[in-house]
């Protein structure tokens, strides 16, 4: 089986899609050998190709737009998206995407008119025209499932893995301006659901009762960083948090590795990599008892309610200052990590693809071309009721943890 695999939102802002892709292309060849990856590549992609070996790109095909794929579909025996969208759509190949959230259908304050449009318009309708899907967890196969009518049999639920760090080495920014305090850690760009508004107002009120650690953030302020120092400065933290912006992967690594605990305070995940991470990295975890955190941290995590300030900030203060608590979670990540393989990774696309194959019938091409293709036109920009009430029963649903895992009231 060759599987054309199609890049075109390869880039180094999309998060954690990214690193998924890119992971699982480095492991690819090692596990899959008999199913080459074919990769339909465009120029803007080459620096994050350049950091994969080789073999990973043996079959590789450069395009302008993402439409010339067609061109060369004699070529490969699958279409496989991994950003979440299937594009072009629909295929006359079986077709498997990754659908990795529907953020917007929990939480649609946070985007626009025309982000909500544009969502409508590529998730529901490649979920709807792809003849597999592969989930990165169970809360994201029952967003497919429950939200756009998808059938269980056509998802496959495929975790994450880490990717592997790179020997650690001190950030440059920090050398430059070393602190005494110990610190945890919160690697997310500015974006909404990352909640570093309640973050940071919950670090004042920490500090206030004796908080002994600083907070440590990175990635992509977005261009408010403007934003951001007049935030900080307004609780009075600037001595209590650096933000070192977008760093390497071996300084990543460092901060990891020195850390008193990764502290993850969002509000919204179909996965969380940053919490594999942590685990490979003998780091204490502290997050949110929401959405899928839980399911890939279980109980190697301290939870807390993150749409709460006092919690997050109980939080703060009892992973920082809890040492036996820190090493318990730091054993009970040392053994959560063994479910995440990249054999296990390889082998649930592979059973997607296999399942793509089955599916795709002549009927199906027919249905999608005749009916599901015309019907996509019909645009909108507005949940509906009922997909209001599911997200709300499906937030509901995860909000709570286990009886046995850590967890401030």
Not at 58 to 76: G, N, P, V, Y
Not at 172 to 193: E, G, K, M
Not at 360 to 379: D, V
Request: aromatic share 10%; with cysteine.
């Amino acid at each position: 089986m060759r599987i054309g695999i199609g890049l075109n939102l390869l880039a180094p802002d999309n998060g954690g899609v990214t690193n998924y892709t890119l992971t699982l292309l480095r492991n690819w060849a090692t596990h899959a050998p008999g199913h080459p990856m074919v990769l339909f590549s465009f120029a803007h992609n080459e620096p994050l190709l350049a950091t994969l070996p080789p073999e990973a790109r043996q079959h590789e095909i450069r395009l302008q737009t993402q439409e010339e794929a067609l061109d060369h579909f004699d070529k490969i025996d699958v279409y496989f998206c991994p950003f979440g969208t299937l594009w072009p759509r629909p295929v006359r190949k079986p077709s498997v995407l990754t659908f990795h959230d529907m953020q917007e259908r929990f939480y649609p304050e946070f985007f626009t008119e025309k982000e909500m449009h544009e969502r409508f318009f590529h998730y529901d309708w490649s979920l709807r025209m792809a003849d597999a899907v592969v989930t990165i967890s169970d809360f994201t196969r029952a967003m497919a499932t429950e939200l756009v009518g998808v059938p269980r049999s056509s998802c496959t639920v495929v975790h994450h893995i880490p990717d592997e760090l790179p020997p650690p080495e001190c950030p440059s920014a920090w050398s430059a301006t070393p602190r005494t305090r110990p610190f945890v850690f919160f690697p997310a760009n500015l974006w909404r659901h990352k909640n570093h508004a309640r973050l940071l107002r919950a670090m004042a009120a920490a500090c206030a009762r004796g908080l002994e650690v600083d907070l440590v953030c990175t990635g992509s302020l977005l261009g408010r960083e403007s934003e951001w120092r007049q935030s900080v400065a307004a609780l009075g933290l600037e001595d209590r948090i650096v933000h070192l912006g977008k760093v390497r992967r071996p300084e990543i690594s460092w901060l990891y590795q020195h850390a008193r605990a990764l502290f993850f305070p969002s509000l919204f995940e179909g996965f969380g990599i940053p919490l594999l991470e942590a685990m490979q990295s003998g780091c204490a975890i502290a997050c949110g008892r929401n959405t899928s955190q839980p399911e890939v941290a279980q109980s190697a995590a301290l939870y807390f309610d993150a749409e709460n300030v006092e919690s997050i900030a109980a939080a703060l203060l009892r992973i920082s200052s809890d040492a036996p608590l820190r090493a318990r979670l730091c054993r009970a990540g040392a053994e959560r990590i063994k479910a995440f393989s990249a054999e296990a990774q390889v082998r649930g696309h592979l059973a997607a693809f296999a399942a793509a194959c089955r599916r795709h019938t002549r009927l199906r091409r027919w249905w999608n071309e005749r009916w599901r293709l015309p019907e996509s036109h019909h645009m909108r920009q507005h949940l509906t009721d009922r997909e209001r009430h599911v997200a709300a029963a499906l937030l509901r649903s995860r909000a709570h943890v286990p009886a046995h895992f850590e967890s401030i009231p």
